[in-house]
């Protein structure tokens, strides 16, 4: 049905969208005593580099929120030199790299909600330290995180079918021979 390279070209593809949901809002920060307050949006690099939010002290910054760039950025490089390393004879590299594709999206979906509660624990003591606990913050999940959260659950899906299943097929030699 599916092949290697076909697989290999649909995750070069969905590691792109990751990086493009990257910079898209992940979160939407806002007052719940002010209903016509928009809030302040977050992107995944808003949250790796950090944004100013109250009285211009800066929110964000999170080592995690980094690594949920990098990891896919990684990857889409790995992925143009994976066949190459397949149809050479370096079948332990080679494992090693299916092994990568399958544990760096789970690691990537972590880092993205690591940086969810420790971008929740910084704004709750930023409002602490300013005297203000009792104001109501609501912190919204915007589209981009659920894009980043199903883009890296797609690529591992398909790094699983590449590690699991394709392996277990035949080489399509053997299988002409039986035939």
Known sequence: MFGFKFNIRIIKIILVLI????????????????????GINFSGFDLSSGKAVISHQRAGGSPFASIMLILPVFLLILAFFINKIKNSNKSKI??????IFLVFPLLDI????????????VL???LEAMDF????????????????????????ALSARNYFISDLNPPESSSRQAS
Do not use: Q, W
């Not at 990086?19 to 928009?38: K, L, Q, R, W």
């Not at 080679?94 to 092994?99: L, P």
């Not at 880092?111 to 420790?118: G, N």
């Open 94 to 99: 080679y494992k090693i790299c299916k092994i």
């Open 124 to 126: 709750a003591g930023m």
């Open 110 to 121: 972590a880092a993205a909600f690591a940086a969810l509660y420790i971008f929740r624990s």
């Open 19 to 38: 990086i493009i949901a990257f910079f898209t809002p992940f979160f939407s920060v806002s007052c719940e005593t002010n209903e016509n307050d928009a």
């Open 133 to 156: 606990p009792s104001i109501p913050i609501s912190i919204n999940i915007k589209y981009g995180f659920i894009l980043y959260i199903f883009f890296n659950a797609a690529v591992f």
